[in-house]
């Protein structure tokens, strides 16, 4: 009954910027960890950054002081603000939260589809 929507993906050249946003809907309780992962073609997915219902951020060393990682708990939603970058950024962005129902109380990870960001050199 939950569902991550993302969106904010695209192609944009190396240095540029994008901003990258993810909202969950549905039948929704409380959402405690909210985070980013990304994804090239026949690699593992990794993570980006996560961020916790307090605030609390965490980065992989790759984006750090590049990426941030914010949330809007009214919306429900995270943002990921992606600044100077690079080609060896392009993957499959993936949102993923923890997140409880209304109907069941106990937290479950669910994940969004991806949104296809692509940075040209």
């Known amino acids: 009954q939950v569902q991550l929507v993302e969106s904010g993906g695209g192609l944009v050249q190396a240095g540029g910027s994008l901003r990258l946003s993810c909202a969950a809907s549905?039948?929704?309780?409380?959402?405690?960890?909210m985070g980013w992962y990304q994804q090239a073609p026949g690699k593992p997915r990794e993570l980006v950054a996560i961020?916790?219902?307090?605030?609390?951020?965490n980065y992989s060393d790759s984006v750090k002081g590049r990426f941030t990682i914010s949330r809007d708990n009214a919306k429900n939603t995270v943002y990921l603000q992606m600044n100077s970058l690079k080609p060896e950024d392009t993957a499959v962005y993936y949102c993923?939260?923890?997140?409880?129902?209304?109907?069941?109380?106990?937290?479950?990870?669910?994940w969004g589809r991806g949104t296809q960001v692509t940075v040209s050199s």
């Open positions: 993923n939260a923890d997140i409880v129902v209304d109907s069941y109380p106990r937290y479950f990870t669910y």
């Open positions: 549905g039948s929704i309780f409380s959402i405690r960890v």
């Open positions: 961020i916790g219902s307090s605030g609390t951020t």
